[in-house]
DNA sequence: CGTGTGATTGACGCCTGTCAACGTCTGTGG
DNA sequence: CCACAGACGTTGACAGGCGTCAATCACACG
């Protein structure tokens, strides 16, 4: 970790328009301010691991990391992506129960470390906020819901549609319509949840239908239309 | 729905030592016993609706509530139960969302209904039954991160073996060894997401190797620790 | 240039979903 | 009281999706 230059001053959390301090007051996000702590994180730097206790939350002010379980012979299961922000590992805090997931950066980033304590202050002292926090944790809850449908009806082929789907929506695509995510195989056939060599037959099948352009781990969207539709989804 | 005289004076919602509603002070449970209504539900009916906007959310006094998506071609994945002293229906209420899930009943049910801005009330104005609600709303969360991962990585027949220690877990056992719910072949096969003729082959292996026995709808777990073996589960 | 990680491809076979037929039980109506 | 319908449970046949294993290739890095 030598790159410590590039910690920013940062303020984004709680000035970022997208993250979920902006319920906070000025009283509140000064002392957020003087209370977080930020640190660089490299690609597969691990934040925090299943099964610890938490100490507090992490908000993230760049970059993406992925959190994962770690189910029978150490396979891991990708449960969501966290990206620019996003607040992670808060659900353990407020749960008081041990870290359900490993955060894994999957993408250069800065977070902001939130003690558990100040966190749960914030929480019992501010309703704006605590419902905010209610509403983000409701919200996961039916994410998590649809997922595990589709995990349990749909084959693998429907559900590696519906995952280059979901990545473009999350992470959108550049200029050139390559998704803003680079994953290796091994990390989609995660989020699928099937085998790594499943993933590689899979995506070559999609090329050769013309739904997608494969650079090394970049993937271009050629036909979402169709993409959509082996995925099926209508919305 | 004859049985009205079966309702009760239903002040279980709030007295029940199990109820979130325990966190409430003496003021806000005489609005809240004000503000409720109780219904009786019979076996088969629907609570309401997955694609239907909420209005409030409901604490179970007594019964078993089935909660379940509908995927693809009409099937349904079963999300959850809830029994005596839970409450269900309150993510969409507080995410603003139309709800995720149908809730139906598996087993005679007395339910209380409480108004969605009620709940929210509550939630704005009691810090500790705020902290609570967010403590239940992130359990869940944990518990389908879990599920999730289950679902992505054990087979039918690992998943079914868990489904039965879950439903001793949740709904404990007589005393002759019989799970205290009584499920058709196709919900079991719509927890474990898998097709209901897997699920009754399954079942009766389980049978041959002596880790239960079967009773028409009724299950007796016979050998817990060769069950869980082969669920893959060590606790 | 060796080493290691990730990507790819092929072979193989089993788990599991699907379809179809049949048995069982319950409630209803004639 | 019997016949019938309908829901649920069971069993068999069958195919194919997908996981596993193994070999090979591609590429980056020290």
Redesign the interface.
């Known amino acids: 970790m030598k790159n410590t230059q590039n910690i920013p001053i940062c303020d984004e959390c709680a000035m970022n328009m997208k993250s979920i301090f902006t319920k906070l007051n000025d009283e509140e996000l000064t002392e957020l301010t003087f209370e977080k702590g930020c640190t660089f994180f490299k690609r597969n730097d691990i934040i925090y691991h299943e099964g610890n206790r938490p100490t507090g939350a992490y908000c993230l002010s760049k970059g993406i990391v992925k959190l994962y379980?770690t189910?029978?012979e150490g396979?891991e299961?990708i449960?969501r992506f966290a990206k620019k922000g996003d607040l992670i590992g808060?659900?353990?805090v407020?749960?008081?129960?041990l870290s359900?997931?490993t955060a894994q950066v999957i993408e250069d980033a800065i977070l902001c470390f939130i003690p558990g304590d100040i966190l749960?202050k914030f929480?019992?002292?501010n309703?704006t906020f605590?419902?905010e926090?209610?509403?983000m944790?409701?919200?996961?809850?039916?994410d998590?819901?649809?997922?595990?449908?589709?995990?349990?009806?749909?084959t693998v082929r429907e559900r590696l549609a519906e995952v280059i789907i979901y990545l473009k929506r999350e992470f959108d695509i550049d200029d050139e319509n390559f998704l803003r995510i680079s994953l290796t195989r091994e990390e989609i056939a995660n989020i699928v949840?099937t085998a790594t060599e499943s993933v590689i037959r899979l995506l070559s099948e999609f090329k050769s239908d013309k739904l997608i352009e494969l650079q090394g781990r970049k993937i271009k969207i050629l036909n979402e239309a169709k993409l959509k539709k082996t995925a099926?989804v209508y919305d």
Chains 1, 2 share one sequence.
Do not use: V
């Open positions: 379980k189910g029978i396979k299961q449960i808060y659900r353990s407020l749960s008081g129960e359900c997931t749960t929480m019992k002292e309703s605590s419902m926090m209610m509403q944790a409701c919200k996961e809850l039916g998590a819901n649809s997922f595990l449908t589709d995990l349990a009806q749909k949840g099926n």
